[in-house]
């Protein structure tokens, strides 16, 4: 059976919001290498990001009142560092990498990799 499973961790090589590889120290192109859905990280990360939008939910039906934008974000930006093993050629903190919206074209290649069990196949 184990050779059906999929691999804990995979690299992304970033990309430039126009294409190309975002180059970073050394002109070495970024590298972020992420936890997969198979993972412990990843699972104990998606148990914590799901409990809080539980909460904020259930506080929003409670209150009638929409949940902080910003609280939204910081537990997704939460959830992706907590994915994250390391980041190649790019000095930065996950965490702040992932809460900058500035640099939102890499949260989401950073969120549609990790979404992507293909990414974590080995067979």
Do not use: C, H, W
Not at 62 to 76: F, G, I, L, Q, T
Not at 101 to 122: A, C, H, M, R, W
């Amino acid at each position: 059976l184990s050779k059906y499973e999929t691999v804990d961790t995979a690299q992304l090589v970033v990309q430039n919001p126009k294409g190309g590889d975002l180059l970073g120290e050394g002109g070495l192109p970024g590298v972020i290498n992420l936890y997969g859905m198979g993972s412990k990280q990843y699972v104990n990360a998606k148990y914590k990001l799901d409990n809080a939008n539980q909460v904020r939910s259930i506080a929003m039906l409670r209150n009638n009142k929409a949940p902080n934008p910003e609280e939204v974000a910081k537990s997704e930006a939460e959830f992706l560092a907590a994915v994250t093993q390391s980041i190649e050629n790019f000095p930065v903190d996950p965490l702040a990498l992932y809460i900058n919206p500035k640099l939102g074209y890499i949260k989401s290649q950073v969120d549609k990799f990790v979404g992507d069990t293909e990414n974590f196949i080995q067979f």
